[in-house]
């Protein structure tokens, strides 16, 4: 059986891996992406979708615009972890496609169709904002973003979640059936460059991807003495794909935005401690290798 989804995201290295893995995976049928500003800019994320689109030839589904700048806040971006284009590495193919004219909120409320999975893999305010205007568009999201116990911007926070951490706030309160996809399990799964290796000669996506984790690597190397790279934002479309690769607990998810030195944290009661109510299911453990092996052997099947 396959699971429609929608793609919300911010192109960076990550994301256009998870855009590729949903291309090969017949569990799911991609009915189109949306892109708002996070690592990039957002003229440079949208550029990026129609990219990787262009790079699996598949133009035929549409990309929409969405927000530029976070609900509340200036927008911080992560050039120095995806480079000045969002996805440094790569020669990547020139777009011969456009975006999609329209609303982005209502682009998305269309798409959202009962049964429609809904995956945002970067700040999450057009989700927001979706939701405000129309609160039951969706019944599912799984979202790449927090963290139980880590922190990659700050101390406390994750990236999506720092970006716009109110429009975070929004969604997880909406009542919507949200699955949290966190740093605590993305670090779990290091794609090294053994993996890079076995997709480099693996048709051109497999070439792009390899040279996307020979930049990704690099960094990782440098920042947290990785030995390879969290590919965070596949492991949201995994879970969709096999729902076994992922164990996750129902648990309350609060965000911070207002202190000192945690603003932007996803507050996790990972042992139940308080009697808030069950609003999400946040990830607690992936089975690694299997992840890994599912994002290689699909890549590699890509022409």
């Not at 959202?112 to 999450?124: M, Q």
């Not at 057009?126 to 939701?131: H, K, S």
């Not at 690597?217 to 965070?232: K, N, V, W």
């Amino acid at each position: 059986m396959t699971t429609p989804i929608v793609i919300d995201c911010d192109p960076g290295h990550d994301d256009a891996i998870a855009i590729l893995l949903a291309l090969a995976s017949p569990e799911v049928e991609l009915r189109g992406i949306t892109t708002v500003a996070g690592n990039q800019t957002l003229d440079k994320t949208t550029r990026n979708a129609l990219k990787v689109l262009e790079l699996a030839d598949r133009t035929d589904i549409p990309v929409v615009a969405g927000a530029d700048a976070p609900l509340r806040r200036p927008l911080r971006t992560a050039a120095n972890v995806h480079g000045e284009s969002g996805l440094d590495g790569p020669d990547l193919p020139e777009p011969t496609t456009k975006t999609v004219d329209g609303d982005v909120v209502d682009l998305l409320a269309d798409w959202l169709e009962p049964g429609v999975v809904l995956v945002p893999t970067g700040p999450l305010t057009n989700v927001a904002r979706l939701l405000e205007r129309h609160p039951q568009a969706t019944e599912r999201i799984v979202w790449m973003g927090g963290a139980i116990a880590e922190g990659n911007v700050t101390p406390a926070a994750e990236f999506n979640a720092y970006v716009d951490p109110e429009a975070a706030r929004a969604v997880f309160e909406s009542g919507i059936d949200v699955t949290m996809i966190g740093l605590d399990i993305t670090h779990k799964a290091l794609f090294d460059s053994s993996h890079a290796e076995r997709l480099r000669g693996a048709g051109k996506a497999g070439k792009a991807v390899a040279e996307l984790a020979d930049f990704f690597l690099e960094f990782h190397r440098r920042r947290y003495r990785f030995d390879g790279a969290p590919i965070h934002d596949a492991m949201a479309v995994a879970h969709v794909i096999d729902p076994t690769l992922v164990t996750t607990l129902e648990c309350n998810i609060s965000i911070e935005t207002e202190s000192q030195f945690c603003d932007g944290r996803t507050v996790v009661d990972r042992w139940l401690v308080t009697d808030l109510p069950r609003n999400a299911h946040a990830g607690i453990d992936v089975d690694a290798d299997r992840f890994l092996e599912l994002l290689v052997d699909r890549i590699g099947s890509l022409a």
